[in-house]
């Protein structure tokens, strides 16, 4: 026999004792993995899931015409009384779920339109970017603010008829 040959052989069972500990568990060693891999997914899922926010958008007109207070405004009548509006009804009340990186559109009145977008959210606050376009989707207001957890932020928006648009967002997470 010669050198190569040996040296040939040596490496062939050197190889085979390798591979000998897995021979007898094979089945054991393909299950493991597709377990290990179950898990992350459900986490992520479950993860995905903890990232979304509940938003409403409530659309108020504020105006000096009257002093009538919508009732169904009562649990934001002391923030509205700071505004120099004397009259406030609820035109309207828009709900969706977005994910972190993700947006929702609501139409408000005037043909206007609120894009709200989740930037990033912690056990405290969520971080959302709020646009209002107009009439040929003329940019009226871009702002990024934090919102705490479960509450509302009163945005000013356009005006409308003898006053204005307030928009009253809340996340609830």
Do not use: C, W
């Not at 290990?36 to 899922?45: G, K």
């Amino acid at each position: 026999m010669t050198k190569t040959t040996h040296l040939l052989r040596i490496g062939a069972l050197f190889s085979l004792l390798a591979l000998a500990p897995f021979a007898s568990g094979t089945a054991q060693a393909q299950a493991r993995p597709v377990a290990s891999r179950a898990q992350p997914t459900v986490e992520l899922a479950q993860a995905a899931v903890k990232a979304k926010v509940d938003l409403e958008l409530r659309v108020v007109y504020a105006t000096s015409a009257h002093k009538k207070v919508d009732s169904r405004l009562s649990s934001l009548t002391r923030y509205l009384s700071h505004l120099r509006f004397t009259g406030y009804e609820l035109l309207d009340t828009q709900k969706s779920q977005i994910a972190l990186g993700g947006k929702s559109t609501y139409t408000i009145e005037g043909g206007r339109k609120v894009t709200v977008s989740l930037l990033g959210r912690d056990e405290a606050r969520a971080r959302v970017r709020v646009q209002v376009s107009g009439a040929g989707d003329k940019q009226l207001l871009d702002t990024t603010m934090s919102v705490n957890r479960n509450a509302t932020v009163i945005v000013a928006g356009p005006k409308y008829k003898e006053g204005i648009l307030v928009l009253p967002i809340t996340a609830r997470y």
